[in-house]
């Protein structure tokens, strides 16, 4: 069941190293199998045998009340320590189809999601945005903002293919020319 949550309200993506004793308590007993954090939602599984009928409320119950505590929400590291990609590539879809992506799109412009990879964000900017003097103010101060206020950790905004991408005080160049965030 996909439980949906304010964005950023939890501190973590992905599958959680600790969850709040509500929670745990129903991970302990098999009533839940697993419990997955996304930008945006809750996910929870129900154990072998149990039902959304019979165990609905109670998930429903620990749920708010899991939420009640944040600090209870303990994030695991991916095997390499790296960001949780999946969860960041999850919200960078949702950013650029949502209100990212709008305002792009009402200034005949648009921008692509190309990867996600190790916290890195890497975008290619097409119509009106290619080349565009304001891209890196879009870039940086409506789709990293909004990206930082869904997801926990660090995280960089790359563009690539726009030749000529400003890069301000603050960012170095990268090989293809394009701003890249330190």
């Known amino acids: 069941m996909r439980w949906i949550v304010p964005a950023g309200a939890l501190p973590c993506a992905g599958p959680p190293a600790a969850v709040p004793a509500p929670l745990e308590a129903l991970l302990a007993d098999g009533t839940l199998s697993r419990i997955t954090v996304e930008p945006s939602a809750v996910v929870t599984d129900l154990g072998e045998g149990r039902s959304w009928s ?3 409320a109670r998930v429903r119950t620990a749920l708010h009340a899991a939420l009640d505590d944040p600090a209870g929400w303990t994030p695991a590291a ?9 969860a960041a590539h999850a919200a960078a879809r949702d950013v650029l189809a949502g209100p990212v992506g709008d ?26 945005c290619h080349g565009c003097p304001a891209a890196w103010f ?31 005080a603050g960012l170095r160049r990268g090989g293809d020319g394009t701003g890249v965030r330190r």
């Open 78 to 86: 991916d095997d390499d320590g790296s960001y949780a990609d999946t």
């Open 138 to 168: 879009t870039l940086h101060n409506r789709l990293e903002r909004e990206l930082l206020r869904r997801l926990p950790g660090p995280l960089e905004i790359r563009s690539i293919g726009t030749p000529g991408f400003p890069a301000p």
């Open 103 to 128: 305002f792009a799109r009402s200034h005949g412009g648009t921008i692509d999601l190309v990867d996600v990879r190790d916290g890195v964000v890497t975008v290619r900017l097409g119509g009106a």
């Open 54 to 56: 019979r165990e609905g």
